[in-house]
């Protein structure tokens, strides 16, 4: 199935293993979700934040929600 949300924005953590996704759905809402790749499997990235079906109106909410549902994403931003 190909991907129909735009992402917007991609801030890694450190290692580059674990990313967060702040996307556009075609609807025009608003969304994030955690992901991880083991660079050993070529599969790719793979969601373990489970937070795809969280909706928002604008990139800044879900970046906010973002950043109080992922433990590392605050830290990172705040560098």
Known sequence: MA???TVIRSINLDG???CVD???RPDGSFGF???R???EDGRGWY???HHGDREFETAEAALTAARD???WLADTLDR
């Open 22 to 24: 702040i996307f556009k």
């Open 69 to 71: 549902s992922v433990g």
């Open 16 to 18: 580059e293993t674990i």
């Open 47 to 49: 969601s373990i934040g």
């Open 33 to 35: 979700d955690e992901f």
């Open 3 to 5: 991907h129909v949300n």
């Open 37 to 39: 790749r083991d660079p």
